[in-house]
């Protein structure tokens, strides 16, 4: 790694492009001065953006006219966008050495498309996944997968506890992080036969640095009962859009009562720190940046409809990735787990 | 159906017995007074508790010093339990045509496995399914199946779509209740096969009681998009649950924000109305009542941790659901589907 951290810009990505892309850069900027980006999009629409963030003006722009689209499937994104699209370039940037970091809000299927064609997954990773930092009432835990793929067997499920703890015990500096398996129930019986299998691996293997802590249900999430939630991406997908709305259906339970009355208007009035506090805790801006894991580089996916500020906290997860080396941490405990990985295959195998 | 709605009630159910359940029932009561509890437990433990409940004491008392314990496997219930246990005589009243609804806050499990071993599934039903009644920023919604099994065929998901259907039909007494398939897109190509195939059928098929409106998103649910969503019980329970875990971390957020000063607790005090707006809304007791579907006779699931509040909440869709005969029109609207679900069917097979 740079002295300087590089992050890779698509800046056409997502519902707003270069107006969210090149202002949220900016922000992230301000916080991280170390800080070197690279943007991928239409000189004609980046530039003059650019040109009116003074920290980051400097920043070197490659012109591109092509942009996957939001609503391009993936298929399509890698055949009319590969090799030639700001997105694509991003990645690129990541695969020649140049970024540390790619980062897109463009649309996801494309981008995990492009992102797996064109990096590769690492050895011992049969497929990559999608983490997120989830809040929690007690700080904050790692959710995966969240939809990069769906139906994980029990080897890909044990591989999603060892990528997610490797990512907890980097972030959040804790030596042996407690990764739990999402289930139905807390009892051995309970649940779907990859869930079981690889409940199995995880307690009888020796994963020195994961606590393996059983099976935990949808509540544990948000209690954070656990470091790291491994499920796989069609359930944690439900999960975490439930999780939001869920969020914002509370949001609108409290602005409605809080304007029922002269008496909880004055109320409210007086209370509004607080709301600013809650709000910060549930701003979904905060936790946005989704990580793709399993790469051989980084690649954050932002939401497609944030505002800058949502934007800078993508960026800001990209940027704790890298200084905190995380692809080289997850692969050195890859490694470290290669046998206890390979053992889990021959379970497995030896079970289906 | 009688003048009266007969209820049964397992009276040992639950974390807290015949302390909840008695006085759950005299709240009921106090709502619906033509209700006639029979009641199902230890006399000794059961008795001096209904004695004290002026509307309730003259109701029936059945003995039974024989429990289903909360942690009891479904099958250590069926043996132990089946003939003479409180949760079995609930069912069995059902079952001989002497309680018109069984009401149980004993564990899931078991109460399942005895209700389906002795009332059966209905005519056209595979397998039966838990719903509930969900609270959403439009209004309520359907949800099923929230873990009654796991991982449902196409076949299973329209049967759930259909049932779902007629509860809704029934109970928000709209005419053709919009139907969605819980997904992780809203795009056709997205998810898992079986739930592709089902939407296939719910679309191409005539099912003149159901709007099917496609694929929804886990934040489709609290927002109310649909009136009925369908999944089978792996998702559905771990979206349950993390939505009860949201709104609790939500709750515990606002309370801890609202004692951050002397200003934001005098604004919580002089707000103190629209917070009990807000907690009657997000209160899980509302909502409790977990109904089983499919089966020939109508069995509710409390919560095992309810208070009395809850309980007669559970009581209330009982009551609900007997009252709104349906059963039977969930009967009729299978039969007016038995052409499309065999057609289903039919697809499916062809499909596999």
Same mark, same amino acid.
Request: charged fraction near 20%; hydrophobic fraction near 45%; charge should be positive.
């Given at each position: 790694?740079?002295?300087?951290?590089?992050?890779?810009?698509?800046?056409?990505?997502?519902?707003?492009?270069?107006?969210?892309?090149?202002?949220?850069?900016?922000?992230?900027?301000?916080?991280?001065?170390?800080?070197?980006?690279?943007?991928?999009?239409?000189?004609?629409?980046?530039?003059?953006?650019?040109?009116?963030?003074?920290?980051?003006?400097?920043?070197?722009?490659?012109?591109?006219?092509?942009?996957?689209?939001?609503?391009?499937?993936?298929?399509?994104?890698?055949?009319?966008?590969?090799?030639?699209?700001?997105?694509?370039?991003?990645?690129?940037?990541?695969?020649?050495?140049?970024?540390?970091?790619?980062?897109? =809000?463009?649309?996801?299927?494309? +981008?995990?498309? %492009?992102?797996?064609?064109?990096? /590769? *997954?690492?050895?011992? !990773?049969? $497929? @990559?996944?999608?983490?997120?930092?989830?809040?929690?009432?007690?700080?904050?835990?790692?959710?995966?997968?969240?939809?990069?793929?769906?139906?994980?067997? =029990?080897?890909?499920?044990?591989? +999603?506890?060892? %990528?997610?703890?490797?990512?907890? /015990? *980097?972030?959040?500096? !804790?030596? $042996? @992080?407690?990764?739990?398996?999402?289930?139905?129930?807390?009892?051995?019986?309970?649940?779907?036969?990859?869930?079981?299998?690889?409940?199995?691996?995880?307690?009888?293997?020796?994963?020195?640095?994961?606590?393996?802590?059983?099976?935990?249900?949808?509540?544990?999430?948000?209690?954070?009962?656990?470091?790291?939630?491994?499920?796989?991406?069609?359930?944690?997908?439900?999960?975490?859009?439930?999780?939001?709305?869920?969020?914002?259906?509370?949001?609108?339970?409290?602005?409605?009562?809080?304007?029922?009355?002269?008496?909880?208007?004055?109320?409210?009035?007086?209370?509004?720190?607080?709301?600013?506090?809650?709000?910060?805790?549930?701003?979904?801006?905060?936790?946005?940046?989704?990580?793709?894991?399993?790469?051989?580089?980084?690649?954050?996916?932002?939401?497609?409809?944030?505002?800058?500020?949502?934007?800078?906290?993508?960026?800001?997860?990209?940027?704790?990735?890298?200084?905190?080396?995380?692809?080289?941490?997850?692969?050195?405990?890859?490694?470290?787990?290669?046998?206890?990985?390979?053992?889990?295959?021959?379970?497995?195998?030896?079970?289906?």
């Amino acid at each position: 790694m740079s002295q300087k951290v590089r992050i890779a810009l698509d800046a056409m990505g997502g519902d707003h492009g270069p107006s969210v892309v090149v202002p949220g850069a900016q922000i992230a900027f301000n916080r991280h001065p170390d800080t070197e980006f690279i943007l991928f999009g239409d000189h004609a629409k980046v530039a003059p953006l650019l040109e009116r963030q003074p920290g980051i003006a400097g920043s070197r722009l490659v012109h591109t006219d092509v942009a996957v689209r939001m609503d391009d499937k993936p298929s399509q994104a890698l055949r009319h966008g590969r090799w030639k699209s700001s997105m694509w370039l991003a990645i690129d940037a990541v695969k020649r050495g140049e970024a540390d970091v790619a980062i897109s =809000a463009g649309n996801t299927g494309a +981008l995990m498309a %492009m992102a797996k064609f064109h990096l /590769r *997954t690492m050895p011992g !990773i049969d $497929r @990559p996944a999608i983490a997120a930092i989830w809040p929690t009432l007690r700080g904050r835990s790692i959710v995966l997968d969240l939809g990069a793929t769906i139906g994980a067997d =029990a080897a890909q499920l044990v591989q +999603l506890a060892v %990528m997610g703890g490797a990512m907890a /015990r *980097t972030l959040f500096n !804790i030596e $042996r @992080p407690r990764v739990g398996l999402l289930n139905i129930g807390v009892e051995e019986v309970k649940g779907l036969e990859p869930v079981r299998e690889a409940a199995k691996i995880l307690r009888d293997g020796s994963f020195a640095h994961i606590d393996y802590s059983g099976f935990v249900e949808g509540d544990d999430i948000g209690k954070g009962t656990v470091d790291v939630v491994v499920t796989e991406g069609f359930s944690g997908n439900i999960a975490l859009k439930t999780a939001e709305g869920t969020a914002r259906q509370f949001a609108g339970y409290l602005k409605s009562a809080m304007s029922q009355s002269l008496l909880t208007k004055i109320g409210a009035l007086l209370a509004r720190d607080a709301f600013r506090t809650l709000r910060d805790k549930m701003d979904p801006r905060q936790s946005n940046g989704g990580v793709f894991l399993g790469l051989n580089g980084v690649v954050i996916k932002s939401h497609g409809g944030t505002d800058p500020e949502g934007f800078a906290a993508a960026i800001d997860v990209g940027y704790g990735m890298v200084r905190h080396e995380l692809l080289g941490k997850i692969g050195q405990m890859l490694n470290r787990h290669a046998l206890e990985t390979s053992a889990a295959r021959a379970v497995a195998g030896a079970a289906s």
